[in-house]
């Protein structure tokens, strides 16, 4: 179990994110916090990489997905209740098998503050020339 400190305290509590991988993000596997997540890949005519951010229609709150490539977020989709759905496009070198990119999922919790929940590691490389859905369906 990792640990973190609390700044200024003696405290600490668990460590987030919580890793996980592709196949975790299959519409019906409860991740840590409870959210089930559901990603679907479908071809993108011009070849390119989307990332696409859904919510169930009873799902509220913040919530961001982002691609991180060699330490640096590389794109990221982000919104609010009716501000969802929204997307980006990467560079497909930039979630290559040389790159360790993950996929991280972000949400709203206590007060609304924003936190990373959710790490996705695996083959990336994958989903290169797909519209990558990325659908809570649960939170």
Request: net charge positive; proline share 3%; glycine share 6%.
């Amino acid at each position: 179990v990792y640990k973190r400190q609390v700044r200024g305290t003696s405290m600490s509590w668990l460590q987030r994110p919580f890793y996980y991988t592709l196949a975790d993000l299959d519409g019906k596997t409860a991740l840590y916090d409870g959210d089930i997540v559901l990603l679907e890949k479908t071809p993108n005519k011009n070849k390119k990489t989307k990332f696409i951010l859904k919510r169930a229609q009873d799902i509220t709150w913040w919530k961001m997905i982002a691609i991180v490539s060699d330490r640096k977020r590389v794109g990221q989709a982000e919104g609010q209740d009716s501000q969802v759905p929204t997307s980006f496009v990467v560079d497909d070198n930039l979630i290559g098998p040389d790159t360790n990119a993950v996929l991280e999922l972000w949400k709203a919790k206590t007060y609304g503050i924003h936190e990373h929940l959710y790490t996705i590691k695996g083959d990336l490389a994958s989903l290169k020339g797909m519209n990558v859905t990325i659908k809570w369906i649960k939170d």
